[in-house]
């Protein structure tokens, strides 16, 4: 800091305030070194200081001017109880943003570092990110990107790229970055005495990344909020969130690892997201991970693809081995691994578990249009105190990259997807259930919070319940709303009355519920219902059963009684085995998990989620085409049925439950990006004399993807035939046909199973 406050002079650092990693001595030190200057606090002051145009830092106690915002501190007593000695540290707030520029219409987005004491990654490349763009501000040098242009967007968006100088993105964005975990941090600082390692905990001994108040099932022996770290942060969070107009526009969460198969594990978040918001998602998670690719230091990775034969393609983050409902059940010996700096998928698909609770959720979810959470490689208990040069370079460029990435993206993500809408083709419908999840109904909200299941939190005070009102219905009111044929809405009894009324759609989904209540009360003839159900499918009709709806494959006479079964499974997937299907069309290489569950308030374990998959042999046997199995029953595939088909979606809009704790509520559905390009594919259809008719141009496969090349070889292979030409070419063709399914085949053996 150049003297300031006792600071040893920038030249020293390379001119900087936070030097680069290669002459950095250590981590950034929270504590005071001997002679009492702050390395972190007095750090941030000269930066203000340098850069008052660019930059704020403030303590959350001084913005609340409240004392007890702050850490729980050494004595281990929270900030907010009587008996604290109020030693809490005080937590930071870097704001960056150009002052001259007046605040309204500018972009917010929120950053938590290092939340777990001992992954300094985020901080480290926090400080240098705000650094950076303030000086270049400052001097009118340097550029960000959203994004490099080095991968083809799973989004089926060709994306366009915007560059930005500092200044300029200053000007239109308003970002604040925030360690809240100073107490883990504090205590392995080299100035700390007794010194020892960083702690991922607070002094309470809390994970503070389990604290937010997410909807869905809660584990009962947490208390969100309870840490006055969190409660001040979300309040935080909120604040700014309301002067955003209802959101941010982006919110993430940067934590490390200890190993990983990827440098950089970007984790999508669990939220009840419809197709654009998923988009959305997927191209911030596409154009952060472009972006990391080109930057960090690849050694590392190559050193892991030549130790381990993998490649460069993506992975499923995960024990080599097939996964039952209690863990592996066999192992795969040809699982490589991916080893691209940066690697995107769900928490479960990247880390092998998932929880509730996480800052990154809840910022994606209830605070801001965006959001993410970021896993940094060896940037755990190893090397926790050791400055290793190379790792700590790439953890902080990692660092910046998803900083600055997020930063200029969002000037443009609510214009990318703003137009987006899904054709189907013809005219999908629903059979609608009028049933809700409801805390207001007679069994009130089924399982209270706390342990004993009595509303008593683990600390004996009692637990607020909030009201909720879930129906997985929503899904296609949500969806409806972005589809050129919105869903059409049909009721039980009047397909049982007569079959003519399915003549409206050319697609239909039974969600869950095979047969549901009617919704103006009247009875239902059950054989009627199904018998009409089978004969439109029959006259060309496109029949989507999920969950447990793939039960009405016995109703409607097409596998035997006991065929169809009831899976548990720890968050429903599906082993995808033909990545050429058109059910699956437009899937990344990885996909596998389908819904994220404990929104819905399933529990987190093994058996905790509902699917429901129909025997192998049994589907086979009635001419099914599998798709994706799981644990051996087929939960993704297609029937050919009179001129018609039914489609299976084991897993995709369960009921949402009130079985465990869910103190915050519940979502209404909770579809991965990969499952809801399946709900997409599987109505995207055109019956011939049902529905309506699909424009011209239409063709029921997502453009660009290995199902499309497929259905395009498939009907070059047609034309051949009936035209007699010359077979060559059409064995040709079907060569080349068999070297792109063994080109995805080696991708998914990369992936795993
Ligand atoms: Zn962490």
């Known amino acids: 800091t150049n003297g300031f406050n006792g600071g040893p002079p920038l030249a020293l650092c390379g001119n900087r305030i936070f030097p680069e990693a290669a002459i950095a001595r250590s981590y950034v030190q929270y504590a005071a070194d001997p002679t009492g200057f702050r390395e972190y606090a007095d750090g941030l002051l000269y930066l203000e200081q340098l850069y008052p145009r660019w930059v704020d830092v403030f303590t959350l106690d001084e913005h609340f001017t409240d004392p007890k915002a702050v850490t729980a501190g050494p004595d281990g007593v929270r900030s907010y109880e009587e008996t604290d000695s109020g030693d809490g540290r005080q937590i930071w707030v870097i704001r960056l943003t150009d002052k001259q520029v007046p605040d309204a219409g500018k972009k917010k987005l929120f950053f938590s570092l290092s939340v777990h004491g001992n992954e300094r990654g985020g901080l480290e490349g926090g400080l ?29 968006n060709d994306p366009t790229f915007h560059t930005y100088s500092p200044a300029e993105l200053l000007g239109r964005t308003d970002t604040y970055l925030v360690d809240f975990n100073i107490d883990g941090w504090e205590v392995g600082d080299h100035y700390t005495v007794p010194t020892s390692v960083y702690d991922r905990t607070n002094a309470m001994n809390t994970d503070l990344n389990r604290q937010m108040p997410t909807k869905g099932s809660i584990n009962v022996t947490r208390n969100p909020l309870k840490e006055s770290e969190m409660a001040y942060g979300t309040r935080f969070m909120h604040e700014l969130a309301e002067k955003a107009g209802g959101l941010m526009s982006y919110g993430a969460d940067i934590h490390g690892e200890l190993t990983s198969r990827a440098y950089v594990d970007i984790m999508y978040p669990a939220g009840q997201f419809d197709s654009i918001e998923h988009r959305r998602l997927m191209a911030i998670a596409e154009r952060t991970k472009s972006v990391i690719d080109a930057t960090l230091y ?84 190893v090397p926790d105190k050791v400055w290793n040069v190379y790792l700590q370079e790439n953890h902080i460029n990692a660092s910046r990259g998803i900083i600055k990435t997020a930063m200029a993206y969002s000037l443009h993500q609510d214009e990318e997807f703003a137009a987006f809408r899904l054709e189907t083709g013809g005219q999908a419908g629903y059979v609608y259930d009028p049933a809700v999840v409801t805390d207001t109904d007679a069994n009130g909200p089924g399982e209270l919070p706390g342990p004993e299941g009595d509303g008593i939190g683990e600390d004996g005070l009692p637990v607020k319940q909030a009201s909720y009102s879930a129906t997985r219905m929503r899904y296609f ?10 869903f059409v809405k049909l009721l039980p009894t009047d397909i049982a009355r007569s079959s003519a009324v399915l003549d409206r759609v050319d697609s239909l989904v039974l969600a869950d519920v095979p047969l549901p209540r009617d919704a103006r009360g009247r009875s239902v003839d059950r054989a009627a219902y199904f018998r009409n159900l089978k004969a439109w499918v029959e006259r060309g009709g496109n029949l989507v059963l999920t969950d447990r709806a793939l039960h009405a494959l016995v109703d409607l006479g097409l596998v035997e009684d006991g065929a169809v079964e009831d899976l548990e499974v720890y968050q429903p997937y599906s082993d995808i085995s033909d990545f050429t299907d058109p059910l699956v069309a437009g899937l990344r290489a990885n996909a596998r998990q389908l819904v994220e569950a404990a929104i819905l308030g399933y529990g987190i374990g093994g058996t905790a989620s509902p699917m429901t998959g129909v025997s192998e042999e049994a589907f086979t046997g009635a001419g099914g085409v599998v798709v994706g199995t799981t644990t051996g029953a087929v939960t993704l595939g297609r029937l050919a049925v009179g001129k018609g088909r039914v489609q299976v979606v084991g897993g995709a809009l369960p009921t949402p439950t009130e079985d465990n704790d869910h103190r915050f509520g ?65 064995v040709v063709g079907a060569l080349l046909m068999l070297g792109a399914v063994a080109s995805r085949r080696r991708g998914r053996a990369a992936r795993r199973a």
Not at 139 to 151: F, K, M, Q, R
Not at 360 to 377: N, S
Not at 477 to 486: N, S
């Open 128 to 156: 240098r990110a705000a650094e950076d763009l303030a000086m270049e501000a400052e001097a009118g040098t340097g550029e960000v990107s959203d994004g490099i242009p080095n991968y083809e967007s799973a989004t089926g």
């Open 298 to 381: 690849a050694g590392i990775q190559d050193e892991i693809e030549n130790s381990t034969g993998g490649n460069e393609s993506e992975g499923v983050e995960e024990v080599p081995c097939h996964m039952g409902p209690v863990g592996c059940i066999d192992t795969i010996p040809t699982n490589t691994i991916p080893t691209k700096p940066a690697h995107w998928a769900t928490v479960w698909d990247t880390l092998g578990y998932t929880d509730t609770g996480f800052i990154g959720d809840y910022l994606a979810t209830d605070v801001a249009v965006t959001g993410m959470d970021y896993e940094i490689f060896l940037n755990h208990t």
């Open 477 to 486: 009111t949500d969806a409806g709303e972005l589809m050129t044929k919105p």
């Open 666 to 730: 519940l979502r209404d559905y909770g579809l991965t990006y990969s499952g809801l390009y399946v709900m997409e594919n599987a109505v995207t259809y055109d019956a011939p004399g049902l529905g309506a008719a699909a424009p011209t141009g239409f063709s029921p496969v997502r453009p660009g993807t290995a199902a499309a090349d497929a259905a395009a070889a498939a009907a070059r292979g047609r034309t051949l035939a009936a035209t007699g030409a010359d077979l060559t070419l059409a």
